[in-house]
């Protein structure tokens, strides 16, 4: 009898794992499906949609860690495409709000930071914005201001 019993909850326990595994190969698959499908967007010139899905995979806290830091620098692609520079920094500064733990992302951004993008803007309001505005505010170079940030990264 405990034989049986022994049996039959190995056997729940091996399907229950099995279940798992299939939900979870099913989930890795449709978000590899959805990089490629964004990845196609932005091939196409579509980068705002590709904006909005890449940004929906960044500030995803399940996003897989090996690859969250690539979905951000498409993200960013995406606004340099769009010249959307202003959305950037807020876009950066949440998904490493999410992903603080995540070393990888952490050294995305701080490339980010450091190698892609615009570092220069206006201070408009006592605000800085990465936009070249046309005569309004006060045009400033952020080039050590990103170079802090990196390094705090």
């Known amino acids: 009898m405990k034989t049986t019993s022994r049996c039959a909850r190995t056997v729940v326990a091996l399907g229950m ?8 190969a099913t989930a890795a698959s449709d978000t ?9 967007l932005y091939n196409d010139g579509n980068y705002n949609d590709a904006y909005e899905g890449y940004r929906r ?20 692609a995406c606004l340099g495409q ?10 950066r500064e949440a998904v490493v709000e999410i992903h603080a733990d995540n070393w990888r992302l952490l050294q995305a951004a701080a490339r980010s930071y450091m190698v892609e993008g615009t570092h220069h803007g206006v201070i408009v ?14 045009w400033a ?3 050590q201001r990103d ?7």
């Open 32 to 40: 590899a499906t959805e990089r490629g499908r964004l990845q196609q």
């Open 57 to 76: 995979l960044a500030l995803d806290p399940a996003d897989d860690a090996r690859l969250v830091g690539e979905d951000l620098q498409m993200a960013l």
């Open 147 to 153: 170079r802090a940030r990196a390094l705090a990264l």
């Open 17 to 24: 794992v099995a279940v798992a595994a299939t939900v979870f």
């Open 82 to 91: 769009l010249s959307r520079y202003n959305e950037a920094d807020a876009l």
């Open 141 to 143: 170079d952020a080039t």
């Open 125 to 138: 309001a006592g605000r800085f914005e990465r936009v070249d505005h046309r005569g309004a505010g006060q």
